[in-house]
């Protein structure tokens, strides 16, 4: 058995004795755990190869920036395109990269333009694939044979490839590492946050949430998450933040945020509010396309706000 720890309850993680104890798996705490038998068997104290893998690989890159959402659907994907996007177009002295975590449902090959393109693998590991000169992105999708193509995998599995991915990928130089994460706060966040966590440069999480209550509530879980695994939150955006009709101008709240939306969230838990994303048609048409929505509606509201929102991004890291 790999000795990488599988998910731990949250309401055992805050009574965890730790795998260095003598104590571990031994307590009440660990009652329930999957990791119970590896840690009283004292495996669990075996350093994982990986780490220092993961660290050496990523010693050029100087900022990694995970996006995160307790909830699917509200938009990771599009935020990790336009970020990326935005900072590539207005930075291009500086390289970003696009690491596509979401084992099960990868969706950047499509968003980038660049589905059914072959990864290469050579003497210092795998070349991801370039949208631009300063933007590359690498996902479990390059290696698939089809699009339509499923992945069966459990736990283990997928988070040795997401080790793979961080410690074979040859990014290079990179200012900032991108990370597009699946929904919730199990085994893929916690074997990408291990990973990170030990190693040189920053670290920091955006959020992503619409403005509807059942998204908001599962966001709260997320920053709880980001506190408890001691991951600087760079702040929340709300994405699909009202509609704005192209013709007519008027505005049009799809999800109404009943308690005040992201803003008020972010207030009440003391966190900062980055910016909000409208529903735009004809970003949901570049995303199905692969085109470069930035480059063809830059004088859109959606752009204008993301750009608020990268200045504070950058912001965070200076």
């Known amino acids: 058995m790999s000795t990488q720890l599988a998910n731990v309850p949250d309401n055992a993680a805050e009574h965890c004795p730790g795998t260095q104890s003598n104590d571990a798996g031994k307590v009440s705490a660990c009652a329930g755990c999957p990791n119970q038998q590896i840690c009283s068997s004292g495996a669990a104290q075996a350093v994982d190869p990986g780490l220092e893998l993961v660290k050496n ?21 599009t935020v990790t395109n336009l970020v990326s996007r935005g900072m590539a177009h207005r930075f291009n002295e500086k390289n970003f990269g696009i690491l596509d975590i979401d084992i099960c449902g990868p969706s950047q090959p499509r968003m980038m ?38 992945i069966i995998w459990r736990g283990p599995k997928k988070n040795g490839m997401i080790r793979q991915f961080l ?18 706060t199990s085994d893929e966040h916690l074997s990408a946050t291990t990973y990170l966590c030990n190693t040189i440069g920053n670290l920091g999480a955006v959020l992503v949430t619409t403005p509807a209550e059942v998204s908001l509530l599962d966001v709260r879980k997320e920053i709880s998450f980001c506190r408890k695994m001691k991951i600087p ?50 970003l949901t048409k570049a995303c199905d396309e692969g085109t470069n929505f930035i480059a063809e509606f830059g004088d859109s509201l959606a752009v204008k706000s993301l750009n608020g929102i990268i200045d504070e991004i950058v912001k965070f890291f200076e």
């Open 57 to 77: 690989r990523l010693a050029e890159v100087k900022n990694k920036l995970m996006i995160l959402s307790g909830k699917g659907g509200v938009g990771k994907s």
């Open 233 to 282: 939150i760079v702040g929340v955006i709300e994405n699909m933040s009202g509609f704005v009709c192209s013709k007519c101008s008027t505005r049009s709240e799809i999800f109404p945020g009943k308690t005040g939306g992201a803003r008020q969230m972010c207030l009440d838990l003391d966190v900062p509010f980055l910016g909000e994303l409208p529903v735009d048609p004809k």
């Open 167 to 184: 410690s074979e990928v040859d990014w290079g130089q990179l200012d900032y590492l991108l990370l597009d994460t699946p929904p919730g």
């Open 113 to 150: 333009g660049v589905l059914g393109e072959q990864v290469h693998q050579s003497g210092s590991g795998w070349s991801p694939v370039y949208i631009e000169d300063n933007l590359s992105v690498m996902s479990i999708g390059f290696l698939l044979g089809s699009a339509d193509d499923a």
